[in-house]
Nanobody
């Protein structure tokens, strides 16, 4: 299983970014896909998840601002982030559980005030 994130960068507060995570080595369509983030000095936290049936859930801190989606044909999961805040600054990781946890390498998102 391989997960490769892209799309991070530096953005001003109030701006938007879209993260992508391309997966390989799994039957992508049947697995829940997750986005986590880890800020400096803090524990890794789940941001959003999308099930195989497209049901979604979000952390309270991002609900209404972030949208997770998936393209099963491309084996890619997305995280559209809007109204970004400095506290959204973190390394964002893609995750899938298939007998064990698999993680991407992470992509840095920095939101300046």
């Amino acid at each position: 299983v391989q997960l490769v994130e892209s799309g991070g960068g530096l953005v001003q507060a109030g701006g938007s970014l879209r993260l992508s995570c391309a997966a390989s080595g799994i039957r992508f369509s049947i697995y829940a896909m997750n986005w986590y983030r880890q800020a400096p000095g803090k524990e890794r936290e789940m941001v959003a998840t999308i099930a195989g049936n497209d049901d979604t859930s979000y952390a309270a801190s991002v609900k209404g601002r972030f949208t997770i989606s998936r393209d099963n044909a491309k084996k890619t999961v997305y995280l559209q982030m809007s109204s970004l805040k400095p506290e959204d600054t973190a390394v964002y990781y893609c995750n899938v559980f298939q007998s064990q946890d698999y993680w991407g390498q992470g992509t840095q998102v920095t939101v300046s005030s």
